[in-house]
């Protein structure tokens, strides 16, 4: 069964940084992807950020150049650096998993991912 945990969600001003973790368990996998999705009040779920075995990452334009997803393979951890937050970055964060390691246009898709964690709230106040 696996298991993703998300952390470090808060409130934060507008132009300030968070770095978010996901502790994932139970992947027997060695093949996989991991991504951040998003989801605000009254708005879909959308992607932000995706990894996969071989360090490829994949950004939504909304945060090129000021969020970074890594991973640290030995503590099996994701995580997500946010920087210069804006107001609109307002939501919870979820980290998803998949056992296949492609990373194609189509990874923001949510049909696409297989696990699911249960969020961490982003607050940003301008």
């Known amino acids: 069964q696996v298991q993703l945990v998300e952390s470090g969600g808060g409130s934060v001003q507008a132009g300030g940084s968070l770095r978010l973790s996901c502790a994932a368990s139970?992947?027997?996998?060695?093949?996989?992807?991991m991504g951040w999705f998003r989801q605000a009040p009254g708005k879909e779920r959308e992607g932000v950020a995706a990894?996969?075995?071989?360090?490829?990452?994949a950004y939504a334009d909304f945060v090129k150049g000021r969020f970074t997803i890594s991973q640290d393979n030995a503590k099996n951890t994701l995580y997500l650096q946010m920087n210069s937050l804006k107001s609109e970055d307002t939501a919870m964060y979820y980290c998803a998993a998949d056992r296949q390691s492609v990373l194609t246009n189509s990874w923001p898709s949510i049909a696409n991912w297989n696990y699911w964690g249960q969020g961490t709230q982003v607050t940003v106040s301008s």
């Open positions: 990894i996969n075995t071989f360090g490829v990452t």
């Open positions: 139970g992947y027997t996998s060695s093949t996989y992807r």
